[in-house]
């Protein structure tokens, strides 16, 4: 892919702009001040790269609240450094309270790239740049500031809803939050604004930027969150004649040699091989912790043993399913010796430079529209011949018999198990298991997964036992806590229930 080979960092207040991935290759940036900055559809663009780049800030421990809180993974547990029991682990664990600085991280990540968002859209709407690129900019900011608000209202339920910067810093002492329902309408509209904005395909230089069918998926997507299903089926039927299709293997979704392909709709860039700072390094959080090089292939690396494949999920592989190798691996060889211990494959590919991996992190693919259709025409109007046709266009390519004469219940379970086992380890369960069950049925769901991890753990806890509090779930953990520091800071905030 062309790369960008200049971008110019904007400080905006306490909030800068980031550079990022493999078309927003960043060489020498400078600061210049927002007065003469966005002045020709240049700065806009070096400003649209920095709301690029935040993405990668909060795709790196999106993990902790979409697989590490549900039942597709845990960790290689260290009994002897017990040092994130009160961030990073309390996901796993469900112990996560108000003042945990990872909540903490996740809200500020994602209003810090709002501020970005909001100040380019304000900037771009006065100015006079070539209408064509100001619809195309446009509709990307839009895009990204819905992404970002749609996992916030799943993460937290209501939210502070801001669409514009504020002008005086006292006013973020007004902020309240707004009802669901408005964040989600807000959501909409940004969605069908990016969907009539963004071209269905960029030059090659621009590969990678958010399409007209990215749009069009996660509008799906929000829609089928709502279990508003026609419009989801009508939405996601036009991202049919788009040009997507599955891969004929799998595993290609994945290569780093095969980024952005005919079943990517949209994944957040990274670059390794340099020292430009764009890198992933996904297979070093998850590869077990005492693994040294036999996951990393580089050895004397210390991996952080997170995003472990748990017990359950290995089992929800059907024997002959060519998806699991590819996504995990029970066990690692160091030293010859086999340890039984699993681990993420997907994210495992060979580097050149320690660190500094090149993988790009899947937000949306083809299979995951296919498995949304199925599953809306299913709730819309049951399991007919077009809805079986999704489900087993993604079974075949995984080697998996078609399946037949289903239900609407049988398939409402049979798409879920699908997405669990295509979509495994991209951020995807937790947000699934909520959407399809009340806070009750999620809280008894987990509290039975939880009995049978804490019976037989996916791996040794070094004779360290669980706390009494580890693995109960309640119905309001349906939603993560406001972060304490928020509260403190603006008193007309209110904590989530159950978490005063």
Known sequence: MKKITSFILVTLGLVQFSCNDDFLTTTDPTRISTDIFYQNQTQFEQALNGVYGQLQQITNTAYLGQE????????????????GAAGWEAFEFSTVNPGNGEVAALWNNHY???????????????????????STIGGQLKFIRAYHYFNLVRYFGDVVLVTKTLKNPNEAFDLVKSPQAEVYKQIEADLKDAVNLLPTTYPAAGRGRVTKGAALSLLGKVYL????????????????????????NYKDNFDPTKKNGVESIFEVQYQGGNDLGEQS???????????????????NTTPSGRNI??????????PGDLRKDISLQTS?????????????????????????????????????????????INEATGPDAEALGYLNQVRKRAGLAELTGLTKDSYRTAVLKERRVELAFENHRWFDLQRTKTPAELAAFMNAYAAKEKTNPTVSRGGIAFNALDYVYSDFEYYLPIPAPQILINSKLTQNPGYQ
Request: charged letters at 15%.
């Open 112 to 134: 810090s790239a709002m501020y970005n968002i909001n100040y380019a859209l304000e900037k771009l709407e006065t100015s006079t740049i070539d209408a064509a690129a100001k």
């Open 332 to 376: 690692y060889t160091l030293n010859g010796t086999v340890v039984s211990i699993p681990f993420v494959n997907k994210y495992r590919y060979p580097h050149t430079i320690t660190g500094r991996s090149d993988n790009n992190w899947p937000v949306l693919r083809y299979s995951d529209v296919l498995l949304m259709l199925g599953e809306a």
């Open 281 to 299: 390094n996904f297979v070093y959080l998850f590869a077990p912790r005492l693994s040294q090089g036999a996951v990393t292939g580089f050895a």
């Open 68 to 83: 590490f809180m549900s039942d597709n993974t845990t960790l290689d547990f260290n009994p002897l450094d017990r040092g």
């Open 225 to 248: 969150t709502l279990k508003r299903y026609p419009e989801a089926v009508s939405t996601l039927k036009q991202v049919l004649p788009l040009g997507y299709s599955l891969y004929a």
């Open 309 to 318: 494949p748990t017990n359950d999920m290995i089992a929800a592989y059907e």
